[in-house]
């Protein structure tokens, strides 16, 4: 156990050294921050001076080592745009984020894991329908008018939640069901899926043949095993719930880092795309290892190997 | 006290699949005497399993029992509600499977899953459960039982899996051990050592046990008793001896002769030719005839009846109405 949680930890370093190599990369070919920063009038003095300032002047290993040392202790620069200090900014938005990451993820895990089993359990049967109808919607809909639909029914016709914005306490729902869509619909697939297979197996065979009641077998016996698959896909999905946020947040106006990623986006604000992107990385790679962790400690076959 | 554990009496058993009625068991009678290890044999597909299910009542969708009635210690199993069959299948009839690697929970250790299914039925405080766990695992012959009390499935070789299987099974004390071809996934040292086991266990427990299997030489080493199944029907049965020595269905001659003979060195192993067929459409009369090498006319148009050939001793087949054994 000890042993996997250290060779995942190592993995863990070398992808986020990875993904600061590639967000390295990416902004110095993207184009020359300088022209950027600079406008029509500036002399070359302006733009020397702006060299130096960046460390441009410097070799390029330099200048990643420069950023990296940044990089550990959060410092991203200051946005383009308004001129603050890019963690700030990002950190100040990261609660409405999290706290729809978290309504989404806990909406699908909800609705999702509950629905996969009883479709499994109850096959052919109404929640088998449902469930199948849910898993169908959630893989063909597209996100952004799925937000549009929910807003105009719930929000504009009937006029339960606010429309946009994140000022009442309900004001969540939306954006949340719409950011955990997909999730919940694949979570109810891979439940159902896995539920099924577990159930079939030799070892529900032998609990029912020493008498095991019916719902020990589904809740115990069985869930134990067939947790176990959704388990790994969740680690991404709750990266995807990060990441996809971009598309909830601006449809529904929801001031986090989704919003923040679009405007800096839109502004060619590189410094704040930056960070942004190390921020999500640092959450994808951290669920997912608090993810693996979980997935070790349930499964024996990797708690041990 | 003269009545058997068991007696099944006319089962039939019939899946319904889309392509048509499949009749895998057809009317199939025997019984079982207390703290008796009774063989049933026959070629893969022939029912044996089905057998052993419809014990229990637990025969797999889309099959269900039709017909007969199953007297277990002396009140017939298929009236009762399902609650009361949770009762018989916790308790009083335990059953182990082939692959012992499948039939144990990956996720739970050896110890909890044992100690999970006494917790069904007994009402036991967790630490005398506990220790009675450990003393199961002891009794099956499993070296370190505490230590192994928290081992997972997959960290025990084959062999001490099925002995763990065996522990789970005896752990609610059950009079009848139905064990559905139990060393056929272990290699040859280990599956005498299991075999020892049962045996083991038959005699110092009184417990009684229905080895199913497709090998007749684990039925002479264990049995004291056969039923010999082909293609849903008894085509013979009777004690190891009659089996053995006077068998008369040419079908367990077949068995017989197909069995690794170390006398005759260097023979090929003797095969039936062709093979069992299926249940979905079965040839009107013996359903052996296509196969039989002693086959006569009227054996394709008439079902033989089982004849009895002595006291403990039947077999189903016209030959041996021909050569004067009477009715039945
Ligand atoms: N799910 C099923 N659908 C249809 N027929 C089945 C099914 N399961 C078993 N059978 C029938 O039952 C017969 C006996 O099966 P089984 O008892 O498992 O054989 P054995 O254990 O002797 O190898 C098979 O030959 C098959 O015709
Ligand atoms: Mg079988």
């Given amino acids: 156990m000890q042993k996997f949680i250290a060779r995942r930890m190592v993995v863990t370093v070398f992808t986020i050294l990875l993904v600061s190599l590639i967000v390295f990369v990416m902004v110095r070919v993207s184009g020359d921050p300088r022209t950027l920063l600079l406008d029509d009038y500036a002399s070359i003095e302006d733009y020397d001076e702006l060299t130096a300032n960046l460390g441009l002047d410097k070799p390029l290993f330099t200048q990643y080592a420069i950023f990296l040392r940044h990089a550990l202790v959060l410092d991203f620069g200051d946005s383009v745009v308004d001129e603050q200090p890019v963690t700030a900014t990002i950190l100040q938005r990261l609660p409405a984020t999290l706290q729809l990451g978290l309504a989404a993820f806990i909406f699908s895990l909800v609705i999702g894991i509950p629905l996969g089993i009883l479709s499994s359990v109850k096959r052919d049967s109404v929640w088998d329908h449902v469930g199948k109808v849910v898993a169908l919607l959630g893989q063909s809909l597209p996100p952004f008018w799925l937000g549009i639909m929910l807003m105009f029914f719930f929000a504009v016709t009937l006029d339960w939640v606010p429309p946009s914005g994140r000022f009442e306490w309900n004001s969540f729902i939306l954006p949340a069901i719409t950011l955990g869509w997909f999730t919940t619909a694949a979570n109810m697939r891979l439940v159902r899926s896995s539920m099924l297979t577990a159930l079939d197996s030799e070892y529900i065979k032998l609990a029912r043949a020493k008498g095991v009641s019916e719902s020990v077998i589904v809740w115990k016996h069985a869930l134990k095993n067939a947790i176990i698959p959704p388990l790994t896909f969740m680690g991404v999905t709750l990266g995807t719930l990060v990441t996809g946020s971009i598309v909830a947040e601006a449809v529904f106006a929801w001031p986090g880092i989704g919003l923040l990623a679009f405007d800096a986006l839109r502004q060619s604000d590189y410094a704040m795309l930056q960070g942004i992107i190390i921020f999500f990385t640092l959450m994808y790679v951290g669920t997912s290892l608090a993810v693996d962790i979980l997935y070790a400690y349930l499964d024996p076959r990797i708690r041990f190997a | ?328």
Avoid: W
């Fill in chain 2, 1 to 328: 006290m003269n009545q058997p554990l068991l007696s099944v009496e006319d089962l039939h058993v019939r899946f319904r699949t889309p392509l048509g009625d499949v009749h895998a068991i057809r009317g199939i009678s025997f019984s079982i005497e207390r703290g008796q290890i009774m063989g049933l044999v026959g070629e893969t597909g022939c029912g044996k399993s089905m057998t052993g299910r419809s014990i229990l009542r637990l025969v797999p969708q889309p099959g269900e029992i039709t017909r007969g009635r199953i007297l277990f210690e002396g009140r017939d199993l298929m009236p009762l509600s399902e609650d009361e069959m949770h009762k018989i299948r916790g308790e009083r009839i335990a059953m182990i499977y082939q692959d012992p690697a499948a039939a144990l929970n990956p996720v739970f250790s050896i110890g909890q899953q044992i100690f999970m299914v006494m917790e069904q039925h007994q009402a036991n405080s967790d630490v005398d459960t506990r220790q009675r766990v450990i003393q199961l695992l002891e009794d099956v012959g499993l070296p370190e039982p505490m230590t192994l009390y928290n081992a997972y499935p997959h960290e025990l070789s084959g062999g001490m899996q099925q002995r763990a299987m065996i522990a789970m099974a005896l752990s609610s004390d059950p009079s009848l051990l139905i064990a559905d071809e139990p060393t056929t996934a272990l290699d040859v040292t280990i599956q005498a050592q299991i075999l020892d086991l049962l045996i083991t266990l038959q005699r110092s427990r009184g417990i009684s046990i229905l080895l199913i299997t497709h090998n007749l030489g684990i039925v002479a080493e264990t049995c004291q008793r056969v039923v010999v199944l082909y293609a849903g029907r008894i085509a013979e049965q009777g004690d190891v001896g009659d089996i053995f020595h006077r068998p008369h269905h040419p079908y367990t001659k077949g068995l017989l002769a197909a069995l690794p003979n170390p006398g005759s060195r260097g023979n090929a192993l003797n095969v039936i030719p062709g093979r069992v067929p299926s249940g979905l459409d079965l040839p009107p009369g013996c359903t052996f005839a296509p196969r039989c090498e002693y086959v006569m006319d009227h054996c394709s148009q008439h079902q033989p009846g089982l004849f009895t050939v002595s006291p403990s001793h039947e077999a189903a087949c016209f030959l041996h109405e021909e050569v004067g054994g009477k009715k039945p």
